[in-house]
């Protein structure tokens, strides 16, 4: 199992990920809210301003403050920039 740093000491198992999203549009919004009120929310983002939302097969939504360039090159292996200062 291949896992991925998603900020501040926190992993994703990359083969569970399904979508690295950006948090602006109104139906990532919307998907946000419906994942907090089931309890399916998980906060990675260590009370930083959410710049990527993750999705995972097991429906869960998981709040990053790294971008979403910076996660999906961890995904794929290229774990140069750091994506907090963008």
Do not use: W, Y
Not at 2 to 18: D, H, L, P, T
Not at 32 to 50: E, F, H, M, P
Not at 67 to 78: A, F, K, M, V, Y
């Amino acid at each position: 199992m291949r896992m991925i740093n998603i900020g501040f000491g926190n992993f994703v198992s990359a083969e569970r990920v399904i979508s690295i999203t950006s948090p602006e549009s109104a139906p990532i919004k919307r998907l946000i809210q419906d994942s907090r009120d089931r309890g399916s929310l998980i906060d990675a983002s260590c009370g930083r301003k959410t710049r990527s939302v993750i999705i995972t097969d097991s429906d869960h939504v998981i709040l990053s403050a790294l971008i979403p360039e910076t996660l999906s090159n961890r995904i794929d292996g290229n774990e140069t920039e750091e994506g907090l200062n963008e």
